[in-house]
């Protein structure tokens, strides 16, 4: 077929219009990678965007380190200069003072409860909070309940903790729960591989995905399942961003992420008893029973200390407290 001058025109005016009609990009940033419990969530959501909003919008994930350590992913959505992210509630406290409530140690009984009160009015309200620090706070999905490895020796007891190098995430509440059970913290970003294979650290405490991702059995010898604290991820807008979205667009958001936490959780506790027997086989000395009361007794005197005696963090604490009930 000849195309004569006219169709050559149309064509080209066609071409042209293409780029103006291709989706608008969100960027969304996870420090995992690919296979983590944060990306799993991440492609689960940018699939939900892509089937609802009908193309128009697509979500390009930054995985694996490539945009910093979560502190520098936080600053970034922070600033504008990304969009979105799914980020572990650690570091958020140096940003958001009150949101470490939620970390507080046993708070948590099982799933179902994190779940029930997450998901209902008092966690509406904690992600709420992070508006004045800038963030749109839209879903809690899940890291999982952590748990304590090392390898200097077996952790059985409280007092077993005594002076360990550990590393804990760049948040001043882990630091001082760490301080409180007597080890000796050391704030750092994830991941953290090769300052366990140095032995910078002795050990350091993560849920169960965590450990068969990143082959922590490899270089960590000693697990105990202490499941001391609930850590969630926070999924994340910058908030003037998001607030200037179409409100149905806005809409969009919230529900595909909530649908995208719900599917990651199941996905993360499905898979646990598996990620349980991998370590078994790779060898880890596991503690499946561990003496709890002694954690428990020992961080006890933790709601009374500064931390929490600001009135936020205070009044949000209580509100974990009686819905946890
Ligand atoms: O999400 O930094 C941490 O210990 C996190 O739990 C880890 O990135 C897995």
Known sequence: MKLGKYSILVLAMICLAIPAMAATQVQLAVVTKP?????????????LIKERSAGDYSVKIYHSGSLGKETEILQQVQLGAIQMAIVTLGPFDTFVPEIKAIAFPFLFKDYATA??????PVGREALDSLEQAGFKGLQFSEN????????????????????????????????????????????????????????????Q?????????????????????????YSVH???????????????????FMKAMRDAAIYQRAVNRAKEAEYLA?????????DEKPDMASFRKKVAPMKEIDMYKEPNTRALLEKLLNATQ
């Open 144 to 203: 999982g309940f952590r748990n304590l490895s090392n390898n200097r020796g077996a952790i059985h007891s409280a007092k077993d903790v005594k002076g360990l190098k550990l590393r804990v995430m760049q948040s001043t509440f882990h630091k001082e729960l760490w301080r409180t059970l007597d080890a000796n913290p050391t704030p750092m970003g994830w991941p953290i591989y090769s300052e366990l294979q140095q032995g910078t650290i002795d050990g």
């Open 234 to 252: 926070i999924d994340i807008a910058n908030l003037n961003w998001f607030e200037s979205l179409p409100e149905k667009t806005q809409s969009m």
């Open 205 to 229: 405490e993560n849920p169960l995905w965590v450990f068969d991702e990143y082959k922590l059995y490899e270089v960590q010898k000693y697990l105990a399942l202490t499941g001391h604290v």
């Open 115 to 120: 779940d029930r009160v997450l998901d209902g």
């Open 35 to 47: 296979g983590s419990a944060q990306y799993v969530a991440a492609e689960k959501f940018a699939e």
């Open 278 to 286: 991998t370590l078994k086989e790779k060898g880890m000395i596991i």
